[in-house]
């Protein structure tokens, strides 16, 4: 018999030039608990991610942050790959695109491209900004979109119509460094002949496995027609296209090339062939975003067939994220950031992937809400499956000193097939609440059963009776430890380790549920859940509330401030003294701030970008009569000053005494 090929599972790359928050989990998440589920399965498979590293964002915010793109893409590729190990997202192998193995593969990829006739060049005009004396490449410029009117960045038109915007293309372009009026200048720049692979993108498509909104959506794209697309961009940072020093490869070839490379890398450690994954039919499985499906059900097949590689089994597209009810939005403060406001405050990440698991069918917009989030955990984690457990557990240790000796019902068993058959159907067509809700069923099926048939009150007229509806809980117990274990891995484990197993829960197959227990010793067992409390769920809202309400503030306050509003803050600069981290905090410093007459303590969020000894003897700028607030515990009187995402600290250009005032 033929050995399957192993499946190669990815998942969108995250883009360093931000934290994660729980928009990037609705991808992660469900990616790993299909792994999990296949390898429970049977399956051999390998999962592979890494972080998108190239591109005008991260220049931007690195030019911002004053340090390089390199090490701007270092400190958020690593805080991704431990917030993702937080969360029981684990993959095989967790790369970057700005790393040697992606040049290669980029450019030995583009340059069979070119070989095989996909790419040409043309002189297209490209905005270029007199003043700053450079070619700007598409987050640097801003206009009007040519399709709609409606303002729009340089590559896409973000607040209209959506479209994809290539170099050139956008209306009246400003330059966004200096908002200088942009000229528009000749400038060579290399197309792939995307609108020649139409006919095999239809076909393609036809047969594309995962998700109907991925297929669906590429479909109406394809068949509306297609235009070929600008590979190139005029940025020092990136990979290098082919024979030009002044050009490099457009982010979207280079990062889900970026995919085969990590898939390289993996092999060389592993002693395999990459080759046997991505040549040829495969076995790939891209878990996407729903905002990214272009790219990777029309661009990256057609780059793929165009090389000359096996092109991609499955697409399996997530809906969006919502906070609150409201479109998520870092600007607006409908946001919930992964590490800050979850898993920082010492939340399980069990809770969280169960919730966004079950919350809806992975293909429909997710809402996450607190008071929503707390009841699904409350009533279904705590109240049924965890309910269950320990009752059942208790009663076998404390009666009976553990599992008894006597065989399990049938019925039992029949029910335990049922589910597993259920879940299994469910994860080959990638729907993933439907697999937890009849997981959770089975959980609900042997919480009434042992409800109804109360050995507490059978034991005193019937103990073989009671010893017999005990084994049967222990099974079922044992049963779900083993199916919630792609869901919540970390409980399960506990569970699993509570019934007596010794062999690992994650190496055990889905299968063995279906045999009995052979009787042995337990260990008194504790409840694997804890509930949420309502006085810290109304803490959570609050401070999103806050978040709102300031971010709406922040708005409105850029659009006016009178002279004398702006008098009453006292803005001075300060000299960092000492800077020591937090305790149980991983994003804030103390830091102990010179200002001229006094030395002021203050408690900052920048511990993610900066080393507690780099920061000392720096020169800084303080709001120095915000009011005073306790923040974990520690009492803060002022507030550093600092732009974008990655905290950049706001200096003195030339070096001016601690209290000076800022005027």
């Keep these: 018999m033929m050995r399957k090929q192993p499946i190669l599972v990815t998942c969108g ?47 931007v915010s690195a030019e911002e942050a004053k340090i390089s793109p390199r090490e701007m893409s270092e400190r958020y590729h690593a805080h991704f790959a431990e917030t993702f190990g937080r969360m029981m997202v684990q993959f095989d192998h967790f790369g970057m695109t700005d790393d040697p193995t992606n040049h ?28 700053c004396k450079r070619f700007l490449p598409d987050r640097y410029v801003e206009g009007l979109c040519p399709h709609c009117g409606t ?21 009246e372009p400003v330059c966004m460094v200096c908002k200088t009026k942009a000229e528009l200048r000749d400038q060579e720049h290399y197309f792939f002949r995307l609108g020649e692979f139409k006919d095999f993108l239809l076909g393609y498509l036809e047969n594309l496995q995962g998700t109907l909104n991925a297929r669906n959506y590429a479909l109406g794209w394809v068949r509306e027609g297609l235009r070929d697309w600008c590979i190139t961009r005029t940025l020092d940072w990136g990979v290098k296209f082919p024979g030009r020093d002044d050009l490099v490869v457009y982010v979207w070839v280079d990062a889900p090339i970026g995919y085969i490379s990590f898939t390289e890398e993996w092999a ?16 790939v499985t891209h878990f996407i975003g729903g905002d990214i499906i272009y790219h990777h059900c029309i661009f990256w097949p057609a780059l793929l067939k165009g090389a000359g590689y096996g092109t991609p089994h499955a697409i399996v597209a997530s809906g969006m994220v919502k906070v609150d009810d409201h479109k998520f939005s870092k600007s607006r403060g409908y946001v919930v950031w992964t590490n800050e406001d979850y898993l920082d405050r010492g939340l399980p990440a069990d809770y969280l992937r169960y919730y966004l698991l079950s919350y809806t069918n992975h293909t429909k917009d997710l809402n996450f809400s607190w008071k929503v989030f707390s009841e699904r955990i409350n009533n279904e984690l705590v109240n049924t499956l965890g309910n269950f457990v320990y009752r059942s557990l208790y009663f076998a240790h404390r009666e009976f000193g553990g599992i008894p000796d006597i065989p399990v019902r049938p019925e039992v068993l029949a029910r335990i097939k049922e589910t597993i058959d259920s879940v299994t159907r469910a994860v080959n067509q990638y729907d993933f609440k439907v697999a937890v809700d009849e997981m959770m069923a089975l959980a609900a099926y042997g919480n009434n059963y042992i409800q109804t048939n109360a050995p507490w009150k059978l034991i005193k007229t019937d103990r073989d009776s009671a010893c017999q509806v005990i084994k049967d809980c222990i099974v079922l117990v044992n049963a779900l430890a083993l199916l919630f274990e792609p869901a919540i891995p970390q409980k399960s484990r ?13 190496k055990t197959a889905l299968d063995s549920a279906l045999s009995d227990l052979p009787a042995r010793p337990l260990k008194a067992p504790h409840p694997v859940f804890q509930k949420l409390e309502d006085s810290f769920i109304r803490e959570m809202d609050d401070l999103l509330r806050k978040r709102v309400k300031e971010a709406g503030e922040r708005v409105r306050k850029t ?18 003294v000492s800077a020591e981290p937090v305790p149980k905090s991983r994003k804030l410093l103390a830091l102990q701030v010179d200002i001229g007459s006094e030395i002021r303590q203050v408690v900052a969020g920048i511990a993610p970008f900066y080393r507690p000894e780099d920061l000392v003897g720096k020169n800084v700028v303080i709001v120095a009569n915000l009011q005073p607030a306790r923040i974990f515990g520690i009492e803060s009187r002022g507030m550093i000053l600092a732009a974008g995402d990655s905290a950049s600290l706001l200096m003195p250009f030339k070096d001016v005494p601690p209290g000076t005032k800022i005027r």
């Design 268 to 283: 060389n450690e592993a002693g395999k062939d990459w080759r046997d994954l991505w040549c040829g039919d495969n076995r």
């Design 104 to 131: 290669a593969r980029t450019r030995k990829i583009v340059s069979r491209l070119i070989e095989n006739g996909h790419v040409y060049s043309r002189v297209i005009q490209q905005s270029y900004c007199p003043q």
């Design 151 to 171: 303002p729009a960045r340089g590559d896409e038109c973000d607040q209209g119509c959506g479209r994809h915007l290539e170099p050139g293309e956008i209306r």
């Design 494 to 506: 506990e569970i699993w380790d509570m019934v007596g197993n010794t062999v690992p829960i994650e």
């Design 559 to 576: 659009e006016t401030v009178s002279i004398e509003e702006f008098s009453r803050l006292d803005i001075r600069t300060g000299r960092i």
């Design 13 to 59: 790359l995250p883009y360093t030039n931000g934290p994660c928050h729980i928009g990037h989990l609705r991808t992660y998440v469900p990616a790993d608990f299909y792994v999990r589920c296949l390898r429970h399965m049977g399956e051999e498979v390998v999962f592979i991610c890494g972080s998108d590293n190239h591109g005008t964002p991260i220049v």
